[in-house]
């Protein structure tokens, strides 16, 4: 009988099951897409119980794929900074309020810059409406009845797990991001927590990302169709985990995510934050964090102008147009704020920008220059990590990103630097899966991932495209700053 070991991943937009062998190989998969709501304007919730109800759905769809294979073990990665207001019992008070959600926007204006500065130093999280810390300061000011009413503050990982277990756990990389943990303690912070108005006991326990789940319901159990010998492990945050399925684990090796978002993150031993806030500091153990930067602007941006011009077509054809275009769009610049920004200027407020616009331009220049504007985002974002780490020996990426090849090159030929893609597009859930095999002792390490990462190819900077982007991005840069001083 074969093995297998399972990443869950609870993301944004899907929940995901992806069972692997132990090589990282793709056995089966199962996924639910989620609805987000937007009940009001700046608003972004997601109903956390539906998500339980498809978590168990996926995992039982998967399982009822693996016959004659033997399930060693569950690895959970989750999405950052969500917050669900839960009762003694249980029971979500509110719905789960996602990293999108602005509302908090006017609490980031309102905070004092030394105290800003402050609780960043100490939590590595920036101030920003996406942080659980800076939701809850608001739920307070404005007398949120969930939050009122409200025994306990959990993400939608602590919330499944308290569901299927009863227990209150949080591992260090999830508590991390919600604003509210000291990254040198690995502890809640006591100026954070007064901030937000709660205590400790309304918080989850703080743990490895190897703990193991003790005992699950037998209802659970026997719903999903887990074999008591499956190990559930609690695991970490999917950039974290993203890194790890990319085999960017060691110092200099970079990972770069677009999704619906994007990010560009690295693995570093300690806890590290840079006084100009442009980066983010999270713990993955007790000794080694994942420093980096997020944009609110990836695939969404594209997405906007695909639906902005009415463009009935599939996306690979959108990005063929775009392919014919001559690097710079002819003149016409992007700066690709139009979800407002995290990193690097962690602006809700921030817009975007088209700059250089000519009669001559046509919907295939828009394209191009989106992407060019995405990707040069993510290459400032990559400027301000070498800051605090250095160049990078190695970049790979993951995410839809990695899908397309025109766009990988031009993030190759951006950077300068070669990238390399595996063959995965799952890489969250196999550094989930991964993850619970260290748990359980049937690997050794997290570093030996390495030798189980399935790289399809590396994809090689041109120098002539490289030293043009160059120039491009210096104009890029002065525009980007000026008008982010407007907002």
Request: hydrophobic share 40%.
């Amino acid at each position: 009988m074969s093995k297998a070991v399972i990443g869950l991943d609870l993301g944004t937009t899907s929940v995901k099951a992806v069972a692997f062998n132990l090589t990282g190989n793709v056995l089966a998969e199962s996924e639910e897409q989620i609805e987000t709501l937007y009940p009001k304007s700046g608003y972004a919730e997601q109903d956390p119980d539906v998500i339980e109800k498809q978590t168990r759905f996926v995992l039982n769809t998967l399982l009822s794929k693996l016959s004659n294979t033997h399930v060693l073990s569950i690895g959970i990665s989750c999405a950052m900074h969500s917050l669900i207001c839960v009762d003694k019992q249980g029971k979500a008070r509110s719905n789960m309020l996602i990293w999108s959600d602005g509302r908090s926007s006017d609490v980031v204006e309102q905070l004092e810059d030394s105290v800003k500065r402050r609780i960043y130093r100490k939590t590595g999280t920036p101030i920003h409406p996406m942080s659980p810390l800076l939701k809850l300061i608001w739920m307070k000011q404005v007398q949120d009845p969930s939050y009122q009413e409200a025994s306990y503050y959990m993400s939608m990982k602590e919330y499944l797990l308290f569901q299927w277990s009863g227990e209150r756990i949080i591992d260090y990389s999830m508590a991390s991001a919600t604003g509210l943990m000291n990254i040198h303690q690995l502890d809640w912070d006591d100026e954070a927590l007064e901030l937000a108005g709660i205590s400790r006991s309304q918080l989850s326990t703080i743990v490895e990302p190897t703990a193991i789940i003790t005992e699950l319901s037998s209802n659970i159990q026997t719903e999903i169709g887990l074999s008591k010998d499956v190990s559930l492990v609690i695991g970490a945050a999917d950039g974290q985990l993203a890194n790890l399925g990319n085999g960017a684990i060691q110092s200099g090796e970079v990972a770069i995510t677009v999704g619906t978002s994007g990010a560009i993150r690295q693995l570093i031993e300690g806890q590290h934050v840079n006084d100009n806030q442009e980066t983010f500091s999270y713990a993955f153990t007790a000794h080694s964090s994942i420093i980096g930067g997020a944009t609110n602007n990836g695939g969404i941006a594209l997405q906007w102008i695909k639906d902005l011009f009415t463009y009935n077509g599939s996306h690979e054809e959108l990005l063929r147009e775009a392919e014919e275009i001559k690097i710079g769009s002819d003149g016409l610049l992007f700066v690709p704020y139009v979800n407002g920004e995290r990193a690097p200027v962690w602006n809700q407020n921030a817009k975007g920008n088209f700059y250089g616009l000519q009669v001559t331009h046509q919907r295939a220049h828009f394209v191009r220059a989106v992407l060019e504007g995405i990707t040069f985002n993510l290459y400032q974002i990559a400027q301000s990590l070498e800051d605090i780490a250095g160049k990078p020996k190695t970049i790979s990426v993951n995410g839809g990103l990695s899908k397309s090849p025109f766009w990988v090159q031009m993030v190759a030929d951006v950077f300068g630097h070669p990238i390399q893609l595996a063959d995965t597009h799952h890489a969250a859930a196999w550094g989930a899966a991964w993850t619970s095999l260290v748990a359980i002792g049937e690997v050794p390490s997290f570093e030996s991932i390495k030798e189980n990462i399935p790289i399809n190819y590396i994809v090689e900077p041109n120098e002539e495209r490289h030293r043009r982007y160059q120039e491009m991005f210096q104009t890029y840069h002065n525009v980007a700053r000026t008008i982010t001083r407007f907002f």
